[in-house]
């Protein structure tokens, strides 16, 4: 046998294994999102709202690639819309530490030896 077909076989193994757990997974948070959506009261959006929707974002755009738009904006504007990007950005930083648990790069196995650092 050689690699390639040991490799494949692996994987396979590998693939139905996690079969069953992501299908059940993926059913619980389908029925967790059904119940939400019914308690809150969710409806997509009717024609109505998605025309309106798409004439906003269109004239967002529009008025955007005109220059005279960003010259009629104060600097005091232009202080906040910075502020809240970067509050944005610290709020990213953070959900990144989280998920890493760790405060600096990723806690990476070394290929040498099998103990964390």
């Known amino acids: 046998m050689n690699a390639v077909t040991k490799a ?19 059913r619980v ?3 967790v999102a059904k119940q939400v959506y019914i308690r809150e009261g969710m409806a997509p959006p009717s024609g109505a709202q998605l025309e309106a ?16 738009t960003w010259k009629n904006i ?17 709020f990213f930083l953070v959900g990144e530490i989280i998920g890493r648990r760790n405060l600096v790069g990723y806690d990476v196995k070394a ?6 650092h």
């Open 74 to 90: 104060s600097s005091d504007s232009y202080a906040k819309a910075a502020l809240v990007a970067g509050e944005a950005y610290a």
């Open 53 to 68: 929707a798409r004439e906003a974002a269109l004239g967002f755009v529009w008025k955007a690639r005109r220059a005279s």
């Open 8 to 26: 494949f076989k692996t994987a396979k193994v590998a693939a139905c294994k996690l079969s069953v757990p992501l299908v059940y997974n993926a």
């Open 111 to 116: 290929a040498d030896d099998g103990h964390h």
């Open 29 to 31: 948070a389908g029925q």
